[in-house]
C-alpha cells in the first residue's frame, strides 16, 4: 500500500512566499504616507509663502521655513503676477533615493490695509 504525500514544511513554504509581498505592500503603503504628507506640506508652504508675499517678504524663505530639510531639496516657489504663489513640492521615493512626482499648490493673500 502507498501511503499519501506528507505536508511537512508546507507552512515554511508559504511564508517564503509571502515575505516578499509583505515587504512590497508595506513599501506601497509607505509611498503613499510620504505622497500624503507632501500634500499636506505644499498646502502648508504654499500658504506661508502667499502670507509673506502679501506682508513683503520673501515667499521662498517663507516656505522653506515649514517644509522639513527631506521635503526641502527640490522646493520651488513662484510668485504669479496676480499676487498668487505657486509651490512645487517633490514626492521623495520610499526606494532608490530619488522623487516620484511634484505636487503643485496654489495660495494667495490679499494684502491688509
Known sequence: MRSLPSDDGQATVELVAIVPLLGVLVALLWQAVLAGETIWLGGGAARA????????????????????????AGLRVQRDRDGSVAVLLP???????????????????????
Open 91 to 113: 514626492i521623495p521615493a520610499v526606494l532608490g533615493g530619488g522623487t516620484l512626482a511634484a505636487i503643485p499648490t496654489h495660495a494667495r493673500f490679499e494684502a491688509q490695509r
Open 49 to 72: 509663502a502667499a502670507r509673506a508675499a502679501a506682508l513683503g517678504a520673501d515667499p521662498v524663505r517663507a516656505a522653506r521655513a515649514v517644509v522639513p530639510g527631506r521635503f526641502a
